[in-house]
């Protein structure tokens, strides 16, 4: 009897040691890193889109549209009946019309706090004229700290919109679709890659939507699905902060 026990024992351990063995090959031969396999409950992903509105834009807010996910569009000056007509689009549908640059001429615009202002109220003015909306979320072209913008600057800035009501964000994933060509497919795996760096948080992505960035509308559907299947919810942002 006490034999018969023995073997029991050393069968269920054999065949734990090969499932675990088994396990660990698939995920292995998968690629599949484990942190991909953990789904994000209760954390948020909000898409941003800059440089718009162009003639991606309908294609982006098509897809949003059909997956059912709101967004934020870091917009420029618009000046065509078709950018116009997208500005209020974009609202319709329930995004964050959102204040990027009326020139997006960073190298003017970086020149002292005047020529920001002045550039900056110059797209709120515009916005307001043709919408009707008065936007309070905004985005620093090159971000709050870039090249063009002396540390100074970009200090006052920050301080100006605090004290106006304005509320700026930056990003976490920056996927680089503003570096030469990037196809669909690399611009998502880009997304996805950073995006298993960073679990247990909320995440901006920053996407640019102009018509040199062809590969964005392709990229969209799977950047949704990666991150619906692990549990996050879709936002806009606002200017409660993020």
């Not at 698939?26 to 954390?43: D, F, S, V, W």
Request: net charge negative; aromatic share 10%; charged share 25%.
């Amino acid at each position: 009897m006490f034999c018969v026990i023995r073997t029991k024992k050393a069968l269920l351990i054999l065949v734990s040691l090969i499932l675990a063995a088994l396990l660990g090959l698939t995920l292995i031969r998968g690629h599949i890193p484990l942190a991909q396999a953990i789904k994000q409950e209760n954390y948020t992903v909000y898409l941003t889109f800059d440089d718009g509105p162009s003639v991606v834009t309908i294609e982006v807010l098509d897809i949003l549209q059909e997956e059912n996910v709101p967004a934020t569009f870091f917009v420029i000056g618009a000046t065509t009946e078709r950018g116009l007509s997208l500005y209020n689009r974009i609202l319709e549908e329930g995004h964050t019309l959102a204040m990027h640059s009326y020139s997006h001429d960073s190298k003017d615009i970086y020149r002292s706090m005047e020529d920001y202002l002045n550039d900056f109220h110059r797209l709120e003015d515009w916005i307001a004229e043709n919408t009707g909306v008065s936007p309070k979320v905004c985005r620093m072209p090159g971000g709050s700290k870039n090249t063009y913008c002396p540390e100074w600057l970009g200090a006052q800035i920050a301080e100006y919109f605090d004290q106006n009501g304005y509320a700026y964000y930056d990003w976490d994933i920056d996927p680089k679709d503003w570096e030469g060509h990037v196809s669909s497919g690399e611009l998502a795996r880009r997304i996805i890659q950073q995006a298993e760096q960073m679990p247990n948080q909320d995440i901006i992505v920053l996407l640019h939507d102009n018509t040199t960035r062809t590969a964005l509308p392709g990229a969209l559907p799977q950047v949704i699905e990666y991150f619906r299947e692990r549990g996050y919810t879709f936002a806009a942002l606002d200017e409660k902060g993020k």
